[in-house]
């Protein structure tokens, strides 16, 4: 049976005659391993391995930045947090329970490219909309979470500046 990845060893051997100068960028490292066997069938005798990367090990390599742990990267965001003029701060053991909940949309966000600046500055004035009170004043809280909200934006620029400087990213 001719698989996928059989079909494109051939067709790479066909057309360069060795593997030495290809790089392949497969959609996981495991497809990655499963393509070996396949370039070694059209082989009469030992090379190096050619690069095989899964997607996301190839633009770890084209980006130039090395990749940060989610430990890293929760300490990041607490530093910037911390820096920020937000009117109430969480400490640690707080910031803990809800912080990889906006680190993963920080990285959704970020992996569709998503315009943050406009769709931070929209979500502020729902929920603006949403805690308006025909009958007075919001709480403290109401007042810290829509002041939170506000700044969404500026905590995620300052988190990408902060791993940018340090040659990071998630």
């Known amino acids: 049976m001719n698989t996928f990845l059989s079909h494109i060893a051939a067709t790479v051997f066909k057309k360069y005659g060795s593997f030495e100068q290809v790089v392949f960028v497969v959609p996981s490292i495991r497809a990655g391993t499963q393509l070996r066997p396949y370039l070694a069938q059209h082989l009469k005798q030992p090379i190096v391995s050619p690069k095989i990367f899964g997607i996301e090990g190839f633009i770890n390599e084209i980006s130039e930045l090395q990749p940060v742990t989610n430990t890293q990267l929760?300490?990041?965001?607490?530093?910037?947090?911390q820096k920020?003029?937000?009117?109430?701060?969480?400490?640690?053991?707080?910031?803990?329970?809800?912080a990889n909940t906006l680190l993963s949309d920080f990285?959704?966000?970020?992996?569709?490219?998503?315009?943050?600046?406009?769709?931070?500055?929209?979500?502020?004035e729902i929920k603006k909309v949403d805690?308006?009170?025909?009958?007075?004043?919001?709480?403290?809280?109401?007042?810290?979470?829509i002041a939170f909200n506000q700044k969404l934006g500026v905590l995620h620029t300052d988190l990408t500046t902060k791993l940018l400087e340090n040659r990071t990213g998630y």
């Not at 805690?131 to 979470?145: H, S």
Request: cysteine-free.
């Open 131 to 145: 805690e308006w009170k025909l009958d007075g004043q919001p709480t403290a809280m109401v007042r810290n979470y």
């Open 74 to 81: 929760l300490f990041s965001l607490f530093e910037v947090y």
């Open 107 to 124: 990285d959704e966000l970020d992996r569709y490219l998503i315009d943050t600046t406009e769709l931070f500055q929209q979500l502020s």
């Open 84 to 98: 920020s003029d937000l009117p109430h701060k969480d400490d640690f053991y707080v910031f803990v329970r809800w």
